[in-house]
């Protein structure tokens, strides 16, 4: 499937959840907090659903980051000659 064909279904699947809310909103009631809750999660799962759709649709848009390559090979210590070691105190003097 394609990535359009994917967020489709998805959209899809969402529809339905909205509708489902709505029939248990109107069984129980839009007060409770457990109804809110659903309803809200339900309303994130679309806004989150139309940034992933925006997303996807933008030209040239990259698909994963950057990845940025650490060496293996140790620091130069002399960048850390002007700091002490965190939580244990300066080199020269004793923890209390």
């Known amino acids: 499937m394609s990535v359009h064909d994917d967020l489709s279904s998805v959209q899809r699947c ?8 709505t029939r248990l909103e109107q069984q129980l009631g839009s007060g409770g907090l457990e109804v ?8 994130h799962l ?8 925006a997303a996807a649709a933008a030209p040239g848009a990259p ?3 950057d990845l940025v390559s650490i060496p293996d090979t140790p620091y ?4 850390w000659t002007d ?6 105190g300066a080199r020269d003097r004793r923890a209390p």
């Open 46 to 53: 679309r806004e989150s659903l139309a940034l992933l759709r």
């Open 76 to 79: 130069d210590g002399s960048l």
């Open 83 to 88: 700091s002490d070691d965190e939580g244990l």
């Open 36 to 43: 809110r809750r659903v309803r809200t999660d339900a309303d």
């Open 63 to 65: 698909r994963r980051p």
């Open 14 to 21: 969402l529809d339905e959840l909205s509708r489902t809310v």
